[in-house]
């Protein structure tokens, strides 16, 4: 018991179970809505009022602009100002719900014309205006500010709230006839928005509701928000289209029986649809923890969805025998099938999930959009040919052929890159029966060698070191193998030199991989991470100057002993050492090594030793030393990156900085840049080029 609630604890089960517990007291106050209304009301009047709401709904789908996914996504990371964020979404949603009504309303008589009555009544006319934009609000508030600053149980409270006014509202509306009906929903939606308001200033003490449109922020999260709104119109058009397409076909009665069967349903496809909300936010604060996330998500849906599936399988009539012997007979067999529905709909929406954090929303579109017109086509053609049911069977076969066609093309590029793994793998080994890979090492050695020994002009071999200057009046010492290379130079003194410093000073000196797209400047402030025995700290200090400064960041003892050593040989006076790795917090870490030069890791390799050493954070270190904003970071830490970058967020917000990262190190999930990409991508335009990750800071995000 004390495992199960230390789990619920976690924020993607305990945003989950909030979002699903909304979605449930939604369901079940609704239900209670709409037995009240099926007892008090005509089939007609509950047809009609429910053709009504799904309009409603459909409109504050299209209203939303995708704007409740980036509120989810943004808010978390401190990207944004968060007044700003929330206050500049709701202000361009309240003006597209306004504008997608009256379209609506002109258009009544070509999309709808069983719902002219909204245009000829004046009162309803109004209303239907009023109740479309507060219905659009509201949404925004409950599934993306409250998501994304993980407070789902606020959603929770509104729910509760405007879900009692609403049944007592209808009770007390009854002479309206259908007009009450509608105007309970409205009346509620509209008690919900001012407490979400309250909420939202209770978690935000500085936030003040002001309608205002914050250019910055919306340029920078509109191309999340559109490819998002995109695929979540495909994605729940058919809830709120199959109504108005029964209505239109069936009549008012037999939507009334539909209605209530999907409104049953909806239960059961609440618990995917608010985890893979949930998921969302988690990712914002653990983009590196994806694959645990979604397997946590995984695990909890389908759990929660074959028992829910197994409840309204046995007890579905005597739930449907609440609305009266007519709803049991016309909306049990419906009801059955959307409920065996929700799982092929629950594996697609966890693939969509994916890609939409990874943000290869063009598939998103394309499977929504697909499992949406499969499904509308399907119901046009079959509930005219066999009635009600029809719809049902539609939406079980418009997700199943495309979560079919989606898992077949996983299946085969998962079998192409198997294949493609055992290739290499087979080449590999047989690579290393031949020499035909030890040729290559020593053709690829062979050529820095042949570009240091262009750039060198004095090498001198030492007792336990080697004296290297270079034409550019710089000078290191650098490590000593015991046994001399046998590939061919001017300086046989180089043979001694590890082969790994071959390629350091070519990357550094020749190809300057860490140059490519800043050039540094004298003036800048330089931070180092990983700066090794010195050789682009040293570099860089004399680009720099005695007005620029050069933070070399540095752990490993001996490391740091040359490094010194280099700093005092070229006479440095603006470089600052520091012996700490980096994490995303302070602490102590071990360190290893299996003893290739600079191959120093906070990750544990095979047969390798490791001794504690302190960690830091950027940020911390760059504080301490009174340091608020650098020009450029230099990163290569061996796998650590993602992490530090985490603890330099302060930094990289406050600095006009560009940042050169080796990230093709895997420490487990692929090369780092994975994660490190979409991690910066909001405040950064970013290149990558064999494996190393340029970031240039976006001006907007610079303040």
């Avoid at 239907?128 to 998501?147: D, K, M, R």
């Avoid at 920078?220 to 709120?240: A, H, Q």
């Avoid at 001694?496 to 797209?517: D, M, N, T």
């Avoid at 050169?660 to 190190?665: D, F, N, S, T, W």
């Amino acid at each position: 018991m004390y495992r199960l609630i230390r789990k619920l604890k976690d924020p993607l089960y305990k945003n989950s179970i909030f979002l699903i517990a909304s979605s449930l007291l939604g369901a079940g106050t609704g239900f209670v809505f709409w037995v009240i209304a099926a007892r008090f009301y005509s089939a007609e009047d509950v047809g009609l009022a429910s053709a009504i709401i799904s309009a409603v709904m459909l409109l504050h789908l299209f209203s939303q602009m995708g704007f409740k996914f980036s509120l989810a996504y943004y808010l978390p990371s401190d990207r944004y100002n968060k007044s700003d964020l929330i206050n500049s979404s709701l202000t361009v949603v309240f003006l597209t719900s306004l504008f997608t009504a009256l379209v609506f309303i002109l258009g009544l008589n070509i999309w709808s014309p069983a719902l002219i009555c909204i245009r000829e009544n004046n009162a309803l006319f109004l209303s239907f205006i009023l109740f479309t934009i507060l219905a659009s609000l509201v949404a925004l508030q409950t599934y993306g500010v409250f998501v994304g600053l993980r407070r789902a149980k606020y959603s929770f409270i509104q729910n509760l709230s405007s879900s009692l006014f609403k049944l007592i509202a209808l009770v007390l509306l009854t002479p309206l006839g259908v007009h009450g009906i509608f105007i309970s929903y409205g009346l509620a939606s509209l008690l919900a928005f001012i407490l979400g308001l309250i909420l939202i200033s209770r978690r935000l003490t500085s936030y003040i509701p002001m309608p205002t449109v914050k250019k910055n922020v919306i340029n920078r999260t509109f191309r999340f928000s559109l490819g998002n709104y995109i695929s979540e119109i495909f994605g729940v058009l058919p809830d709120y289209t199959l109504p108005i397409l029964i209505i239109n076909i069936l009549g008012a009665r037999a939507n009334a029986y539909f209605y209530i069967a999907w409104s049953i349903c909806s239960i059961l496809l609440s618990i995917p649809r608010w985890t893979t909300h949930s998921l969302i936010a988690e990712y914002s604060y653990k983009p590196e923890k994806l694959k645990t996330i979604f397997l946590k998500a995984l695990k909890f849906i389908f759990i929660l969805l074959i028992f829910a599936t197994i409840c309204v399988s046995v007890f579905g009539k005597h739930i449907l025998s609440l609305f009266g012997d007519d709803y049991v007979e016309n909306s049990f067999g419906v009801l059955l099938i959307l409920c065996v529905s929700s799982i092929p709909y629950s594996l697609n929406l966890l693939y969509t999930t994916i890609k939409r954090v990874k943000e290869e929303l063009k598939i998103v579109i394309c499977v929504n959009g697909c499992i949406a017109i499969l499904t509308l086509v399907l119901s046009y053609l079959l509930v005219q040919k066999i009635g009600l049911i029809g719809a049902g069977i539609a939406w079980f076969l418009g997700n199943s052929i495309t979560g079919g066609i989606v898992f077949s093309m996983m299946a085969f590029i998962t079998m192409m890159a198997r294949l493609q793994n055992l290739l290499k793998r087979t080449l590999k080994n047989l690579l290393k029966r031949t020499t035909l890979m030890e040729l290559y090492k020593r053709y690829r050695y062979q050529k820095y060698l042949s570009e240091l020994d262009r750039i060198v002009k004095k090498c001198i071999l030492l007792h336990d070191k080697i004296y290297l200057e270079l034409y550019n009046d710089l000078k290191f010492f650098v490590y000593r193998d015991e046994v001399q290379s046998s590939l061919s130079c001017k300086n046989e003194a180089l043979k001694y030199l590890h082969p790994g410093f071959f390629q350091i000073f070519s990357e550094i000196f020749v190809k300057e991989i860490y140059e490519r797209e800043y050039k540094l400047k004298e003036g800048d402030i330089v931070v180092d991470c990983g700066a090794n025995i010195g050789i682009f700290t040293v570099k860089a200090a004399k680009i720099v100057g005695e007005n620029g400064k050069v933070i070399a960041i540095e752990p490993e003892k001996r490391n740091l002993k040359f490094l010194k050593m280099n700093v005092e040989a070229n006479k440095l006076e603006n470089v600052i050492i520091v012996q700490k790795g980096l994490w995303s917090k302070r602490g102590q870490m071990k360190l290893y090594s299996e003893g290739n030069t600079g191959d120093y890791s906070l990750f544990r390799g095979k047969e390798c030793d490791g001794y504690t050493i302190e960690v830091d954070t950027i940020d911390n270190i760059l504080n301490e030393l009174g340091i608020h904003k650098v020009d450029f970071i230099k990163m290569d830490i061996e796998g650590a990156e993602i992490e530090a970058l985490k603890g330099a967020m302060i930094t990289l917000k406050n600095s006009n900085c560009k940042l050169a990262i080796a990230a093709y190190h895997d420490i487990g999930h692929g090369p780092t840049y994975r994660v490190i990409v979409p991690l910066l991508r909001d405040l950064f335009e970013i290149k990558v080029r064999e494996g190393i990750v340029y970031a240039t800071k976006r001006e907007s995000s610079f303040e």
